[in-house]
């Protein structure tokens, strides 16, 4: 997949604001600073596309990006000790109200620090996902922090200790771009699968009608 032309389209700050997608759409989610503006910008090969900044926390609304065939959905970081818990509470609530729409979703990345491994809310956020069966990939960050041999541990470790298969579990780095076309390809992948889906249905739909003349 080649990106040339990824731009920002809008913010949400309450349910009625969010997009109904007309393709396939990917969200990114993790805990705030876990590194989702950089990821997006290094897939967009933009430097200031989603803002990025020192202090964690940023994103408080859902920012949809056009990637061309298909949408991205950067939703607020979780975990930020540092923000009241009235703040934190109506992060959640964005978070669920965004997650009850999960069948206009194609794909969700779950971004962990590879240095800490996975928290208990990003733990929490993967069994929210399996029980909405919306299918995700976990993406290790920050693995330019680690020599490649202890990245490759770490990620063995973590993805036992989520029990995901290797698969389901990408090492990334936005400094250095390693990863970044086996995330690339996983993308491809998604989007092609909804494409497809999405034909076959109209397709259904088209045949329905003209039964019903």
Not at 58 to 77: C, E, I, K
Not at 133 to 160: C, G, Q, W, Y
Not at 179 to 189: A, H, M, N, V, W
Request: glycine fraction near 6%; charge should be positive; charged fraction near 25%.
């Amino acid at each position: 997949m080649i990106i040339t032309n990824a731009t920002f389209i809008t913010s949400a700050a309450r349910a009625e604001q969010f997009l109904r997608p007309e393709k396939p759409m990917i969200a990114v989610c993790g805990k705030s600073n876990v590194g989702k503006s950089s990821l997006i910008n290094m897939l967009a090969n933009r430097r200031n596309l989603a803002k990025t900044g020192a202090a964690p926390g940023r994103t408080r609304l859902v920012n949809y990006f056009d990637f061309g065939r298909f949408l991205l959905a950067d939703l607020p970081g979780y975990g930020y000790a540092a923000v009241s818990k009235a703040e934190k509470e109506k992060w959640a609530t964005t978070l669920e109200k965004f997650f009850e729409r999960s069948k206009e979703l194609t794909h969700v990345f779950v971004l962990v620090d590879i240095r800490h491994g996975a928290t208990e809310d990003d733990v929490a956020m993967m069994e929210f996902l399996n029980y909405h069966i919306v299918p995700f990939t976990v993406v290790l960050t920050k693995a330019d922090k680690l020599s490649r041999m202890r990245a490759r541990e770490h990620a063995r470790k973590i993805a036992n200790s989520i029990a995901l298969t290797p698969g389901n579990v990408l090492i990334l780095s936005s400094q250095t771009r390693e990863g970044k076309e086996e995330l690339l390809q996983k993308i491809e992948s998604a989007v092609a699968a909804a494409e497809e889906r999405a034909t076959g249905a109209a397709e259904e739909k088209n045949i329905q009608e003209e039964g019903n003349l």
